[in-house]
């Protein structure tokens, strides 16, 4: 399956995002999905995942209650909306796809097989 990124630009601080994650060659409902992100200088890092079972739902430390992770199967596309954006959200955005069933997302990059080319999303001060 090919992952490809939307929606990534610059905003200012405090302003929204939603990317969009689809899918080509390949179903999405059969992967879980995580997003995750990478700076200049920093190692990439879990923004967070949903399951394709249960559709439970991890957030990565730094942007727990202002991110929100969701999925529609019938558009074949993973939604990750970013609300009260911080200059530290700074970063290439990435979505991964994990073949493997489960119940609670994987939170490793090496865990996922599938990965899109990334989008930049910068938010200045």
């Known amino acids: 399956v090919q992952l490809v990124e939307s929606g990534g630009g610059l905003v200012q601080s405090g302003g929204s995002l939603r990317l969009s994650c689809g899918a080509s060659g390949g179903t999405l409902s059969r992967y879980s999905i995580g997003w995750f992100r990478q700076a200049p200088g920093k190692e990439r890092e879990i923004v967070g995942a949903?399951?394709?079972?249960?559709?439970?739902?991890y957030y990565g430390d730094s942007v727990k209650g202002r991110f929100t992770i969701s999925r529609d199967n019938a558009k074949n596309t993973v939604y990750l909306q970013m609300n009260s954006l911080e200059p530290e959200d700074t970063a290439v955005y990435y979505c991964?796809?994990?073949?493997?069933?489960?119940?609670?997302?994987?939170?490793?990059?090496?865990?996922?097989?599938?990965w899109g080319q990334g989008t930049q999303v910068t938010v200045s001060s």
């Open positions: 991964a796809a994990d073949e493997a069933r489960r119940i609670v997302p994987a939170t490793t990059s090496s865990e996922y097989k599938y």
């Open positions: 949903i399951t394709t079972i249960m559709r439970n739902v």
